[in-house]
T-cell receptor, first 113, second 108 residues
Framework: EAEVAQSPRYKITEKSQAVAFWCDPI?????LYWYRQILGQGPELLVQ????????DSQLPKDRFSAERLKGVDSTLKIQPAELGDSAMYLC???????????FGQGTRLTVV | RKEVEQDPGPFNVPEGATVAFNCTYS??????FFWYRQDCRKEPKLLMS???SGNEDGRFTAQLNRASQYISLLIRDSKLSDSATYLC?????????FGSGTKLNVKP
């Protein structure tokens, strides 16, 4: 069964350092999402791509977060500098098209110390 | 107001019970709806899509009520393994909106 791949699974970083997460969606899925989830809350959309284009990044803190999907396949989410409040699970998901059933990777659990 | 709202629970039910969750959505233009299941510290997994006519998958039944703008999930004959958080999703203009989740605890 095709899966969304994410790495790393866990990341501990110091405040003010840079951190990057990688996601490889299911082959053929044009839409890729990055979500942040704080324990006890639902996932919050950070950025949505359609192929290589950003469809929605209205909730992305652009002063410190950036995301790219250069060839419309895999994607990287970066935080620089990391802050204590960034500690959360970062989830990547993909779907054939926007609004269709989305499938999630296992996530990256980030702890900022 | 959030796009999708859910009762956070927890719902504590005995094994074998029937339990139902509702989820309301604020945008009448929302097109598609889904239920996801999320185990503690794991990723959300698609449980089922929700169709206007209602749909059933084994012990799980999902319903959509567009007039009242809510969707529901009914779980019959609850199992211990059903204990999880259930996330409701609505879509609008190809964007996914998650609720905060409803926690279910099934007890022996």
């Amino acid at each position: 069964e095709a899966e969304v791949a994410q790495s790393p699974r866990y990341k501990i970083t110091e405040k003010s350092q840079a951190v990057a997460f990688w996601c490889d969606p299911i082959s053929g899925h044009a839409t890729l999402y990055w979500y942040r989830q704080i324990l006890g809350q639902g996932p919050e959309l950070l950025v949505q791509f359609q192929d290589e284009s950003v469809v929605d990044d209205s909730q992305l803190p652009k002063d410190r977060f950036s995301a790219e999907r250069l060839k419309g396949v895999d994607s990287t989410l970066k935080i620089q500098p990391a802050e204590l409040g960034d500690s959360a699970m970062y989830l990547c998901a993909s779907s054939l098209v926007g609004g269709a059933e989305a499938f999630f990777g296992q996530g990256t659990r980030l702890t900022v110390v | 107001r959030k796009e999708v709202e859910q009762d956070p629970g927890p719902f504590n039910v005995p094994e074998g019970a029937t339990v139902a969750f509702n989820c309301t959505y604020s945008n009448s233009a929302s097109q598609s709806f889904f239920w996801y299941r999320q185990d503690c510290r794991k990723e959300p997994k698609l449980l089922m899509s929700v169709y206007s006519s209602g749909n059933e998958d084994g012990r799980f039944t999902a319903q959509l009520n567009r007039a009242s703008q809510y969707i529901s999930l009914l779980i019959r004959d609850s199992k211990l393994s059903d204990s999880a958080t259930y996330l409701c999703v609505g879509t609008n203009f190809n964007k996914f909106y998650f609720g905060s989740g409803t926690k279910l605890n099934v007890k022996p």
